[in-house]
Nanobody, 128 residues
């Protein structure tokens, strides 16, 4: 069974930074689409960053472009989300998700792609 364990959430003031981590087992991130999502109560879940197998290509939601960076450490089988210039609107529960590439239908990014494995989430709270 795939396990994704997020860490690194917390509370920061506007303008601050956080780095989220997602440790995956036994799934190999090299062979999977990896993504970060976020959700707040009453709002639709938003995919903020997507990484294709092997780390390329990468894409971001417009709301975080230029502020968030998704990366990986293959040796640790871990994906990161570096979040800079955080704003109160970034407050949400952040989830790591994975989709084994053979099940992705040829793409990691379209809105209709259903990620099959999810972490438990880590809360990010940004105060003004």
């Amino acid at each position: 069974q795939v396990q994704l364990v997020e860490s690194g959430g917390g509370s920061v003031q506007a303008g601050g930074s956080l780095r989220l981590s997602c440790a995956a087992s036994p799934l190999t991130i090299k062979g999977s689409c990896m993504a970060w999502f976020r959700q707040t109560p009453g709002k639709e879940r938003e995919r903020v960053a997507t990484m294709w197998p092997g780390g390329d290509p990468i894409d971001y939601a417009d709301s975080v472009k230029g502020r968030f960076t998704i990366s990986q450490a293959s040796a640790k089988n871990t994906v990161y989300l570096q979040m800079n210039s955080l704003q109160p609107d970034d407050t949400a529960m952040y989830y790591c998700a994975a989709l084994f590439w053979p099940f992705a239908g040829g793409s990691c990014s379209p809105a209709g792609v259903e990620y099959t494995d999810w972490g438990q989430g880590t809360q990010v709270t940004v105060s003004s």
